[in-house]
């Protein structure tokens, strides 16, 4: 019989990770200036005998690795970045949009959201998309920059007669 998604969390991983982020929460109260390190024997804490694991939330992990320099950082990210996706879909609303761009922005708010029980800030995709979502912008810079260097006035439509000698 299939669980549903509820009993698979309560049931299943949801314990560990709250024991991740309850273990990083105390070490971080204890000493939120600097982190543990970025080496894997120290990013990890110990969920059993036998078992460490990473903190299941990036923005978690990185204070607690890397201190208020790591927690900064990667606020600074995610926040920059939530907030051009989000501009992104609500001016689709106002204008037309490219749909690539428009589905980009919607792809990278799903990132960042499905990001937050992830062990980690390493998985590529999600970097290609942010990546992807900001070159988007720098193209329609520069589209809107050549289009304003572009003019064409009434008079250069006329044809021109040509005088004979």
């Avoid at 051009?84 to 959201?113: C, H, M, W, Y």
């Avoid at 304003?148 to 006035?153: A, D, K, L, V």
Wanted: no cysteine; net charge positive; glycine share 8%.
């Amino acid at each position: 019989m299939e669980r549903s998604a509820l009993e698979r969390v309560v049931g299943g991983s949801g314990p560990t990770r709250l024991s991740t982020f309850t273990q990083a929460i105390d070490y971080i109260a204890r000493s939120p200036i600097i982190g543990v390190g970025l080496d894997k024997a120290s990013s990890q804490v110990p969920v059993s005998n036998v078992v460490n694991l990473e903190v299941h939330n990036p923005i978690l992990q990185l204070w607690f690795t890397s201190g208020l320099l790591g927690l900064a950082g990667i606020l600074i990210i995610y926040w920059h970045t939530f907030w051009s996706a989000a501009n992104r879909i609500k001016n689709s609303l106002q204008i037309v949009q490219f749909p690539d761009r428009l589905g980009l922005a919607a792809a990278t708010i799903g990132f960042l959201v499905i990001d937050m029980t992830q062990p980690g800030i390493d998985q590529r995709q999600k970097w290609l998309v942010f990546a992807l979502l900001y070159a988007s912008f720098f193209v329609k810079q520069k589209v809107q920059k050549r289009s304003q260097q572009i003019t064409i006035s009434p008079e250069s439509l006329e044809p021109k007669l040509e005088s004979g000698t």
